[in-house]
């Protein structure tokens, strides 16, 4: 059974940095690409960052670059997303996404397999 399972999400101050991770179960982690999407209350889900399986290639979406950096590990089956210079406009449910493809890809329904969502709240 696959399980993905976020943690870091919480409340930040504009500016400030949050780290959130991500752990599978049940997958040959390296053989996945591996991404960060979310969901902003009453907006449709979105692409914010993703990382190839040997971590070479990196995507970002625009409204994140700079300011979001992606790591992985693959002894550890986790996967991080390090969030700096929040705004409140990052507030979301962050859902890491596992894709068994070769590219970062920001296509949500490329994705095979999906996380509960860790909400992160960035207070003006």
């Known amino acids: 059974q696959v399980q993905l399972v976020e943690s870091g999400g919480g409340l930040v101050q504009a500016g400030g940095s949050l780290r959130l991770s991500c752990v599978a179960s049940g997958v040959t982690f390296s053989n996945y690409v591996m991404g960060w999407f979310r969901q902003a209350p009453g907006k449709e889900r979105e692409f914010v960052v993703a990382i190839m399986s040997n971590g070479r290639t990196t995507r970002y979406a625009d409204s994140v670059k700079g300011r979001f950096t992606i790591s992985r590990d693959n002894a550890k089956n986790t996967v991080d997303q390090q969030m700096n210079s929040l705004k409140p406009e990052d507030t979301a449910v962050y859902y890491c996404?596992?894709?068994?493809?070769?590219?970062?890809?920001?296509?949500?329904?490329?994705?095979?397999?999906w996380g509960q969502g860790t909400q992160v709240t960035v207070s003006s």
């Open positions: 996404a596992a894709d068994r493809t070769w590219v970062p890809v920001t296509t949500e329904g490329s994705y095979d397999y």
